[in-house]
């Protein structure tokens, strides 16, 4: 029996010490003395841009992901052709690498110098946009494809057989069964995208106040010995990101604790 | 000598035993019989120590073993889905209670080749459980329970899991096997046929309460009440008398206490053939005939026979 | 009557045949663009092979491949605790803890970087300070590779059969027994693909290491900060020929846990 309580006083404090004690303390250390401050630093106006790069490159990655996501899915579940697993692992390829790695590739391939070069696009938003779609790519496809694979084929055929077109079998049949997966991908991939800071950091070459997302802000202002601005930075990221595990818990698919 | 005595055994609110006593003499093979939620599975894992009971005690060969763990109950347990090891070999898996007692390596191989061969399973001790069929992989499960020389084995529906077939094949191979090796075994099974098949004695369960225990013929021919009559064999229930089919005598004239009914339906069950008769008042009954009675009387669907039973119960309460 | 059926039949497969090419012909472009090109421009562009055999680049392969596979082996224990804790155990807040293991998914890497520095770092209140250490690289990969293994191993615990615990009693195996040798092996595929995505990720985080590691050449310089530090300096073919380094190192690394996990479940098949 005692077995149980160390194991779980084990896995708690490990819990504790990692993840509840840092965040709860860098909460109780922003907001030591008041809200003001906090709000005066999330205020600046390079902050205030920070936050709408953050918030534009992910309403374009969010939408854009989830559509190829839907589609990449069907294509690779239900139209099995050759190169179906070679498309699977690519899919997977932005989960295995560095942030670093993309954004060196980015720069590499739309830098000056580069295959696509010289069109303003690293350095400046365009950059920064496709940096954080190659990132959060993976989410919704990932999270579709099994709930394609275990519902498997036979409503869809039934559908056809009674005369629907591709798309009424899509809307009325293949979707219902999908959407609590595309919102839990959805979900997956905007807290990627809102997340993102090694890719974006080389693409964009960090110019305040132009090229910053959050993130990048949340460096910068770090390395500028302004704890207080790093700080109001990190706690609305944090806050989104509570937000996001939030929707991530109710939407996750049921499975793992008593 | 197994005894079980006045078990109590509640889930939440349900109530799966409601003071059940049971004793199992050394050496027989007991089958607990009865419809799902009897308490049968329940009581048979009381018996395991794979549950705690919430009153009563259970000896084995007069020691109370009531709070004593499975692993010290000396005690073989056979489950319906195999429950087998499946990243073990099945030869891993016979020897699985062996290699945990660290017996001396020689003793394993001999004992493990001893109980591949009874079970018949020899030359498949290289390969995984995801290789056998259902049948080989409860056979399997036998021999691992067989391995550490229990002194009482406990089947839980072990054959529930296969097709009819190979149920039977190895409901008749349980029985020889239990005739050559005399352990005291007990069989849960909610299926008759199979409990009258291969019991010496049979407990009739029902709603968490005993019913009737007794051999097999007994039950069939004495049934203690209404629900072990209808639970042991089919029976034709006119108001509280109670007949069996192949008691119902067919005759093609009225004579003294005879019923009239019209026969519904003639379904030939290969030897047998189950005749469907209904009465004036929309009673049915149903009589189990020969082929050669079926054909001298020229039975056919629409006629009018006349009935009495042969052997009919009434039970008093 | 047949033509009706006919008619009915033919529009529909025709709409049909669209669906496959739209579906696969949009998807496959797409891929190209936003992940093969600029990773075919990195492999094309990837030169100055001189620069990867340098001391430091080497030191920074070493350190990264080091404590990645130090990480994984944590999480491999720890992760295998919590996923038992929030399957067999039961507490009240049981939900809560289970929502927060995702933590380390939702929140910024840089963010969680700054969480563990002001709580273990130079201003910390508890006199901790892992800054530019790499007991304060492996605090920051070990926050951000939390959820890998516990994700992985909570659904096969969730699904053991509980009765080849009870067969495995009934045969004379104590808990501990039972543990080691009916439940451990079930769930090590698990635990070995949690690893494998745990030493996947620690190899590649940049943003919850950067403040924390100090940059140190030798000491706490990973190669994601080293990559980054060849393209300030503007060698990005350096850069890129140590990301392609580091790329077939850990792709190697997990061609390796794949196989182990393969021959692990060997009984499946």
Sequence with gaps: ??????????????????????????????????VGPV???????????????????????????????????????????????????????????????VGLALLLLYGRGGWLGGHGIVFALPGMVLATIFVSLPFVVREVVPVLREIGTEQEQAAATLGASALQTFRRVTWPAIRWATAYGVVLTTARALGEFGAVSVVSGRLAGQTESLTLYVQDRYQSFDTTGAYAAAVVLALLAMATLLLMTRLRPKEGIQ | MISARGIVKRFGDFIALDDVSVDVPTGSLTALLGPSGSGKSTLLRVIAGLEQPDAGEVSLDGEDVTRRPPQSRGVGFVFQHYAAFK????????????????????????????????????GLAKRYPAQLSGGQRQRMGLARALAVDPTVLLLDEPFGALDARVRKELRLWLRRLHDETHTTTVIVTHDQEEAMEVADRVVVMNGGRVEQTAPPRELYDHPANEFVMSFVG??????????????????????????????????????????????????????QLTR?????????????????????????? | ????????????????????????????????????????ALGWKAHGWGAVSTPQATAALKLTLGLSLVVALVNAVAGTAIAWTLVRDRFAGQGLVNALVDLPFALPTIVAGLTLLALYGPKSPVGINAAFTRWGLLLALLFVTLPFVVRTVQPVLFELD??????????????????????????????????????????????????????????TEVVSVYVFGRLESGDSGGAAAASVVILLTSFGVLLAIGALRRWVTRHDR
């Excluded at chain 2, 109670?242 to 119902?248: A, Y």
């Excluded at chain 3, 669906?19 to 075919?40: D, F, N, Q, R, W």
């Excluded at chain 3, 080691?180 to 995505?197: K, M, N, Y």
């Design chain 2, 292 to 317: 050669e009675q079926v054909e001298a009387l020229e039975l056919q669907s629409g006629q009018i026979v006349y009935v009495r039973p042969t052997r009919q119960t009434v039970f008093s309460d």
């Design chain 3, 1 to 40: 009557m047949a033509a009706n059926a006919e008619a009915l039949s033919a529009a529909p497969a025709a709409r049909r045949s669209l669906a496959p090419g739209l579906s696969i012909g949009l998807s496959t472009v797409y891929l190209s663009v936003i992940v093969l090109l600029p990773l075919a």
């Design chain 2, 234 to 287: 089919p029976v034709n229930r006119l108001g509280d008398t109670f007949i069996r089919p192949h008691d119902v005598e067919l005759l093609l004239e009225p004579n003294g206490s005879t019923q009239e009914t019209m026969v519904q339906r003639l379904v030939h069950l290969g030897f047998e053939v189950r005749v469907e008769l209904v009465r004036d008042d929309g009673e049915t009954l149903s009589a």
């Design chain 3, 162 to 219: 509980r009765e080849l615990e009870d067969a495995a009693a009934s045969l004379g195996a104590g808990r501990f027994t039972t543990f080691l040798r009916i439940i451990f092996p079930s769930i090590l595929p698990a635990v070995l693909s949690g690893a494998a995505l745990a030493f996947a990720r620690a190899v590649g985080e940049f943003g919850a290491v950067v403040l924390m590691s100090g940059n140190l050449p030798f000491k």
């Design chain 1, 39 to 101: 709000w005066a630093a999330v205020t600046t106006p390079d902050a205030l841009h920070a936050l709408k790069v953050t918030l534009v490159l992910t309403a374009i990655a969010v939408p854009a992901n989830t559509i190829f996501g839907v589609l990449c899915a069907l294509a690779i579940v239900r139209h099995r052709y050759p190169g179906s697993g070679i498309v699977n692992a690519v899919v997977d390829l932005p989960l295995a690498l560095s942030p670093v790695v």
């Design chain 2, 87 to 122: 990243h073990l070999t099945v030869w891993d898996n016979v020897a699985f209670g062996l290699t945990i007692r660290r017996r001396p390596r020689r003793e394993i191989e001999q004992r493990v080749s001893e109980l591949l061969d009874l079970v018949q399973l020899t």
């Design chain 1, 1 to 34: 029996m005692t077995a149980k309580y160390a194991l779980r006083f084990a896995s708690l404090g490990y819990l504790a010490l990692l993840l509840v004690a840092p965040l709860g303390f860098i909460f109780w250390r922003t907001f030591e003395h008041g």
